[in-house]
């Protein structure tokens, strides 16, 4: 049987209203986070604005003290003691770029572990000592594995993996948010703070990378103005190009050029800010 005339107006007076229910409710959302945005814009600005310009590099390392998976009590100490830097990588049992990483830092560690010191600390709060021991019996690790704790003082990380190479002296000389890609680069980041004749020093490592959506833009010509200069470079096949520097700088990026295709975004200029050690290109 069709539906009578009055049937119809029925239902589409009660459609109606649910659309109008729903548009209210949106509304009061939209409301509720605006409120709660002009309420915490100072707060959210300076969170924005920390993010681009903190750096732990220069602080002193504190003398944590963690639990190994061997259950063995160690000190920053302990593992500096007698060697010429400690590398000290902050990451999370599900983190997929240090997966990638740890044995690619593992060949370098077992080739100078006469004069570097390692460790992994789990510094994820969803991580367990369980899971800790479980992923350190499933990896074939010659570092020790340990769960970070309050002994790390304000040693805190925006993203997985982070690596802080402490020196002698105990201080940070370089701290890397993001994968480090090889062995190969892993050795010229630990031996900058290696040698009879090391005097304290920075190391800065940016990677500059250039992506539209999921897809890489290799030969993307970019400068890269700092205290000493202006230099040029391009992107590898991989769409990244790294940069070492003597200490982090807030540099001014420039795009130059891109294959054909994309587009520079805007004027192409940027800047790293010093807490910015992965940095994204203006292309698309």
Known sequence: MGQTDGEKKRKGGCLKGMLIALLVFVLVIA???AIWYM???????ELKESA???TLTGQTMPDFKVTTTDGETVTMSDLLEDKEVLAVVLFATWCGPCEKEFPEMDAVY????DKMGMIGLDVDSLDKEKDLQEYDDSHDLSFPLAMGNESLGDVKTRAYPTTLLVDRNGKIGC???GSVPDAETFEKMVTTFMGDDYTERQLAYYTFAAYNKNEVI???EFTL???SGTETYKTDEGGRCDVFADKPEDMKVKVISVPDGYKIDGTGEIQ???GSTVVRLPVK
Do not use: L
Request: with cysteine; charged share 30%; hydrophobic share 30%.
């Open 272 to 274: 790293t800010g010093t």
């Open 31 to 33: 409301a509720i986070a």
């Open 218 to 220: 290799p030969g993307v």
């Open 39 to 45: 309420a915490h814009k100072d707060e959210i600005k």
């Open 110 to 113: 077992a080739k100078y572990q």
């Open 175 to 177: 701290c890397r948010i």
């Open 52 to 54: 681009h310009t903190d």
């Open 225 to 227: 103005t700092s205290e």
